[in-house]
């Protein structure tokens, strides 16, 4: 199927429409939310308020990012699953998933303050940013359990195509959290620590709206009884999960250490360029989200076709989600290129961070054409449980690419952090685009 004729398949539109709207509008609400925090946080009159939180939230994302193998395992694999028409296996996926991810985030709350300190130590932020960025994570590490847990639960829901679900799970929870920042950070003048008290409670909000719709979705399954769940607490079967897990954390790691890296490495350059760059890096997060939201049609659609043994599908799906996923891409890339300026000045009124910002904006309206691909890749080797393609890649594309070319002209100081950015995002998506095109067609 070509691009054009994808564009032009109404039945396969309406499908994707169904599946990936519900997913972009409750995924635009997470960066909203950092937003929010950047916009409230960003108007208490210091750059190292703004500073502190941003580095802090780079921490706790940074946790939360390195497990997310969470969500996207058990997503891959339920699709694979729901195809088969396999309740079982569903079950067993959602019972192993959970413990798992009770089991890490207990780690790493014992953990916590060993990570504080390594993290704070490989930055050369201020005493100000650090002072901040302890107070917010010390508060905000608490809400691992419900965060890590609902990465399983919101994954078992995209895998059985139920996007409605966790557009509602996503935007109820995201809605608590603006509303409290603002009532924390401005009504009752907590500041930072009311920035981080507002996203524990969003994430306690989120994990109950789950859990209830992961519930209702258990009952709806021919003969489904609660003692069929307490049979899955065992170690058989748990090595696909594993196996999977491993490759897409490894994944996940070398992508935090290009973004942890940036975060940190500008936080040398002074509290205003790190305060600039968490405004950019904002926006990149809405792009990132709005795209993975075609990449979750992707995932559940090539999570079908696999679970089938059926590869026109998969080209089908994958054809139509590289399509909308350039359009999505050139509509950002436009949108920054015309009101780029006018977003900044939205998110912080000091007038240094505005400046440092618009400094760097180009490359903020280059980075979803040069991104979209791998963002799209992503969700369809996730789709395809093939993580270690993934992880190949991304490997390749940190240590290969991001760290060499940040070397190279690191001399450039903040301009050689984004360049590395964009390029390691277009070698992702080559080397993925390459892969599919010449070597996973061909084995469905």
């Given at each position: 199927?070509?691009?054009?004729r994808?564009?032009?398949?109404?039945?396969?539109?309406?499908?994707l429409?169904?599946?990936?709207?519900?997913?972009?509008?409750s995924n635009i609400?997470?960066p909203?939310?950092g937003?929010?925090?950047?916009?409230?946080i960003?108007h208490?009159?210091?750059?190292?308020?703004?500073?502190?939180?941003?580095?802090?939230?780079t921490?706790?994302?940074?946790?939360?990012?390195?497990l997310?193998?969470l969500?996207?395992?058990?997503?891959?694999?339920?699709?694979q699953?729901?195809g088969a028409?396999?309740n079982?296996t569903?079950?067993?996926?959602?019972v192993?998933?959970?413990?798992?991810?009770?089991?890490?985030?207990i780690?790493?709350?014992?953990?916590?303050?060993?990570?504080l300190?390594l993290?704070?130590?490989?930055?050369?932020?201020?005493?100000?940013?650090?002072?901040?960025?302890?107070?917010?994570?010390?508060?905000?590490?608490?809400?691992?359990?419900?965060?890590l847990?609902?990465?399983?639960?919101?994954?078992?829901?995209?895998?059985?195509q139920q996007?409605?679900?966790?557009?509602?799970?996503?935007?109820?929870?995201?809605i608590?959290?603006?509303v409290?920042?603002?009532i924390?950070?401005?009504?009752?003048?907590?500041?930072?620590?009311?920035?981080?008290?507002?996203?524990?409670?969003?994430?306690?909000?989120?994990?109950?709206?789950?859990?209830?719709?992961?519930?209702?979705?258990?009952?709806?399954?021919?003969?489904?009884?609660?003692?069929?769940?307490?049979?899955h607490?065992?170690?058989?079967?748990?090595?696909?999960?594993?196996?999977?897990?491993?490759?897409?954390?490894?994944r996940?790691?070398?992508l935090q250490a290009?973004f942890s890296?940036?975060?940190?490495?500008?936080?040398?350059?002074?509290?205003?360029?790190?305060?600039?760059?968490?405004?950019?890096l904002?926006?990149?997060?809405?792009?990132?989200?709005?795209?993975?939201?075609?990449?979750?049609?992707?995932?559940?659609e090539?999570?079908?076709?696999?679970?089938?043994?059926?590869?026109?599908?998969?080209?089908?799906?994958?054809?139509?989600?590289?399509?909308?996923s350039?359009?999505?891409?050139?509509?950002?890339?436009?949108?920054?290129w015309?009101?780029?300026?006018q977003?900044?000045?939205?998110?912080?009124n000091?007038?240094?961070?505005?400046?440092?910002?618009?400094?760097?904006?180009?490359?903020?309206i280059?980075?979803?054409?040069?991104?979209?691909g791998c963002?799209?890749?992503d969700?369809?080797?996730?789709?395809?449980?093939?993580?270690?393609?993934?992880?190949?890649?991304?490997i390749?594309?940190?240590?290969?690419?991001?760290f060499?070319?940040?070397w190279?002209?690191?001399?450039?100081?903040?301009?050689?952090?984004?360049?590395?950015?964009?390029a390691?995002?277009?070698?992702?998506s080559?080397?993925?685009?390459?892969?599919?095109?010449?070597r996973?067609?061909?084995?469905?």
């Amino acid at each position: 199927m070509s691009l054009l004729r994808a564009l032009s398949n109404g039945d396969k539109n309406r499908q994707l429409m169904a599946l990936a709207i519900p997913m972009i509008l409750s995924n635009i609400t997470i960066p909203l939310l950092g937003l929010i925090d950047t916009a409230v946080i960003g108007h208490l009159g210091e750059a190292y308020y703004l500073g502190g939180v941003a580095l802090g939230s780079t921490i706790i994302t940074l946790i939360v990012w390195l497990l997310g193998f969470l969500r996207m395992s058990t997503t891959g694999l339920v699709a694979q699953a729901y195809g088969a028409q396999d309740n079982h296996t569903q079950q067993q996926l959602l019972v192993q998933g959970i413990g798992l991810a009770l089991l890490l985030a207990i780690g790493a709350l014992a953990l916590q303050q060993p990570i504080l300190s390594l993290a704070l130590n490989l930055t050369e932020a201020s005493a100000q940013v650090q002072h901040y960025c302890r107070q917010y994570v010390e508060i905000r590490i608490w809400s691992l359990p419900f965060a890590l847990t609902n990465l399983v639960l919101l994954g078992w829901l995209l895998g059985r195509q139920q996007p409605k679900a966790a557009m509602w799970q996503l935007i109820i929870a995201n809605i608590v959290n603006i509303v409290l920042d603002v009532i924390f950070v401005i009504g009752f003048q907590w500041d930072v620590q009311g920035a981080a008290l507002a996203s524990v409670i969003a994430d306690i909000c989120a994990f109950t709206v789950a859990a209830l719709m992961v519930t209702r979705q258990l009952k709806q399954q021919r003969h489904f009884a609660w003692s069929q769940l307490l049979q899955h607490f065992k170690l058989s079967g748990l090595s696909r999960l594993l196996t999977l897990n491993r490759d897409i954390f490894i994944r996940s790691l070398c992508l935090q250490a290009a973004f942890s890296f940036m975060a940190f490495y500008g936080a040398g350059l002074g509290d205003t360029t790190l305060a600039a760059n968490a405004v950019l890096l904002n926006l990149l997060m809405l792009i990132s989200y709005a795209l993975d939201g075609i990449a979750y049609y992707a995932e559940a659609e090539v999570g079908r076709a696999v679970g089938q043994g059926n590869p026109t599908l998969l080209f089908e799906s994958v054809s139509l989600a590289f399509a909308w996923s350039a359009i999505i891409a050139l509509i950002f890339s436009g949108s920054f290129w015309l009101f780029g300026n006018q977003i900044i000045h939205l998110l912080t009124n000091i007038p240094s961070v505005q400046q440092t910002a618009n400094t760097y904006l180009f490359w903020l309206i280059a980075m979803p054409i040069l991104a979209f691909g791998c963002y799209l890749f992503d969700g369809v080797y996730i789709g395809a449980a093939q993580g270690q393609v993934m992880r190949n890649s991304m490997i390749l594309a940190t240590f290969g690419v991001y760290f060499p070319l940040w070397w190279s002209l690191q001399t450039f100081e903040n301009h050689a952090l984004w360049g590395a950015l964009c390029a390691f995002m277009l070698f992702r998506s080559l080397s993925l685009g390459w892969h599919y095109h010449f070597r996973l067609k061909k084995l469905i």
